[in-house]
């Protein structure tokens, strides 16, 4: 089996940096803060949408600068981001089952592998999936390159995420899915449109 893992909000725990940085563009606007319960309640994908529901207007300004602007801030904070404390023993005990694993994400390839690597937990992955730019329009696309590349068939693999993109992605693949309510979307929205949710990623040992 081959688990594909998405990676910000599920083993990355970046959820109060990605609020600090949204935060600061709005703070720059005069427009409405952001809190963490707002925020789980709009955040989506693609995030043109999202910032849209946080007050941006994308006819008065590009959606391109807004997005390069919250990426300065992201690098500068993403230090602060650790991963979840379950994070390292879930990927052992997975490695140790004989899974594969890889990291299918929305965060620009290069800038992510680069962070695996200061977060010491590259060496768990078979294959590492990001996107080609920082606009963090969803990666339907790069993870069809990745199940063609790996000469997967969908059924046979789950993908572990947590937000709707990621069930809509393994959908599309025809994989099957875990969604981890811990992360950038609150736990109501995900258990509105699938019942396979767990509130922790220590849940996973009773699915997998």
């Not at 993870?143 to 947590?162: E, Q, T, Y």
């Amino acid at each position: 089996m081959t688990i594909f893992w998405d990676w910000n909000g599920t083993l990355l725990d970046d959820v109060d940096v990605c609020i600090r940085c949204i935060n600061h563009l709005l703070e720059a606007r005069k427009l409405p803060l952001l809190s963490r319960e707002k925020y789980l309640q709009i955040f989506d994908f693609p995030v043109k949408t999202y910032y849209e529901k946080a007050g941006f207007n994308f006819k008065k300004e590009s959606f391109d600068d807004v997005a390069e602007e919250f990426m300065d801030w992201y690098y500068e904070y993403l230090p602060e981001a650790d991963l979840y404390p379950e994070s390292v023993n879930i990927l052992n005990g997975f490695k140790s089952k004989g899974y594969r694993q890889v990291i299918l994400s929305a965060m620009e390839h290069e800038s992510l592998v680069k962070t695996l690597k200061k977060k010491g937990i590259l060496p768990f992955f078979d294959e590492v999936a990001g996107i080609s730019d920082i606009y963090a329009n969803g990666k339907l696309e790069s993870a069809r390159v990745l199940i063609k590349k790996m000469n997967l068939n969908g059924s046979d693999n789950v993908l572990i995420g947590d937000t709707l993109h990621d069930l809509e992605v393994a959908n599309d693949l025809g994989l099957r899915h875990i969604l981890v309510a811990d992360g950038h979307q609150a736990p109501q929205r995900l258990l509105a449109k699938t019942k396979n949710v767990v509130g922790r990623l220590t849940g996973l040992y009773k699915v997998l």
